[in-house]
């Protein structure tokens, strides 16, 4: 059984930032693409980042520079490093891991099956 655990998100202004985090609770977490996505009030979820068993990263157009993810093999953690935060950043963010090897990449998001419950993010200028 894989579990997905978000934390570190919260209120912070507008420049400013955070970091989230993921642990996994479930097997193999260094052989699957993993993945944060994020959803605003109001509109549909979209991607921000993903990294493949091998460390290769894929982040989407518009956050490219902003957020960096990694992760922690040992500690079965997820990582986004989110700078220069904006109030359009604002959202629940959420980690996620593919069940199968399937193209790792932030835009495919239908490829990914465990979903963590997500954490709040909110920006303030």
């Known amino acids: 059984q894989v579990q997905l655990a978000e934390s570190g998100g919260g209120s912070v202004q507008a420049g400013g930032s955070l970091r989230l985090s993921c642990e996994d609770s479930g097997y193999a977490f260094s052989s699957y693409c993993l993945g944060w996505f994020r959803q605003a009030p109001g509109k549909e979820r979209e991607g921000v980042a993903a990294i493949d068993h091998d460390g290769t990263t894929n982040y989407a157009d518009s956050l490219k520079g902003r957020f960096t993810i990694s992760r922690d093999k040992g500690k079965k953690t997820l990582y986004t490093e989110m700078n220069s935060l904006k109030p359009e950043d604002t959202a629940i963010y959420y980690c996620?891991?593919?069940?199968?090897?399937?193209?790792?990449?932030?835009?495919?998001?239908?490829?990914?099956?465990?979903w963590g419950q997500g954490t709040q993010v909110t920006v303030s200028s």
């Open positions: 996620a891991r593919q069940q199968k090897p399937a193209t790792c990449h932030p835009g495919f998001q239908w490829y990914f099956g465990y």
